[in-house]
């Protein structure tokens, strides 16, 4: 795929996301979900790029599997359109935020999309670690239950059903939802930071210098906040509860 075509590829994914949103805005909230109708949108569009991508990085890998330094040259017109399409949606999502939310509130998904765009856009216009980049769209099935989860919070599903107490039991679908989170949280996010971690340690002899340091600058950050994520999610859903039953 050439440049242009790739630049196609990619501002057509943010105009697609962009019009997803928008189709998003004409459909009915949720009540308890009216007051934050943008950060219902938001997360419903990322829903639906996590559910894509995180599909589509299964798919490439179930078709033509690279391995080894075979991840450094890998290319396929399948995988190339997966990350132009993923490259798309964080453009469209860094420009959402931007627009829509104070800095003080976005800055650390700001610097992620920074990160992932510069780290997905060097992927596609080299072609080098392209395969790499693949795998590292495995993180979004977590994400899929991230979002979910996002969206039973702002529609007011997590406490049973007429439950008024803060000390109340989550609802079943919360629980399941919170459960999947964690669990795909360490295994397609934290195991697969681990293991792109690893192979990059294991390549360098194989990589220019400046595809080290900006694959050891993106892992670095994106380590760090996906434990911070971690930490955030088991307080809340695990430590919390457990805190609330010994008090009841």
């Not at 399948?78 to 798309?88: E, I, K």
């Amino acid at each position: 795929m050439d440049v242009t075509s790739t630049l196609v590829a990619v501002g057509g994914s943010a105009c697609s996301f962009k019009v997803l949103n928008a189709v998003v805005r004409s459909l009915p909230t949720p009540a308890a979900a009216r007051d934050k109708s943008w950060k219902w949108r938001n997360t419903s569009t990322s829903l639906a790029h996590s559910a894509l991508s995180g599909a589509g990085a299964l798919s490439c890998f179930y078709l033509q599997p690279p391995m080894g330094k075979d991840l450094l040259y890998f290319y396929s017109d399948l995988s190339h359109t997966l990350v132009a399409v993923s490259t798309g949606y964080f453009i469209h999502d860094f420009l959402d935020l931007a627009l829509n939310k104070h800095l003080k509130q976005s800055w650390e998904v700001l610097l992620h999309h920074s990160m992932v765009i510069s780290c997905l856009g060097f992927a596609l216009k080299s072609h080098v670690c392209l395969g790499f980049a693949v795998v590292s769209l495995l993180v979004e099935i977590h994400s899929v239950f991230l979002h979910i989860r996002q969206l039973l919070l702002l529609s007011g599903r997590k406490k049973w059903p007429g439950s008024q107490t803060a000390a109340c039991r989550p609802s079943v679908v919360y629980r399941i939802t919170s459960w999947l989170n964690l669990g795909t949280l360490a295994v397609f996010r934290v195991g697969t930071l681990c293991w792109m971690t690893r192979w990059l340690t294991r390549q360098t002899q194989h990589l220019p210098l400046y595809v080290l340091m900006l694959g050891t600058a993106g892992l670095s950050v994106i380590s760090t906040m996906s434990l911070v994520l971690f930490y955030r999610l088991l307080r809340a859903d695990i430590l919390t509860n457990t805190s609330d039953k010994r008090q009841n």
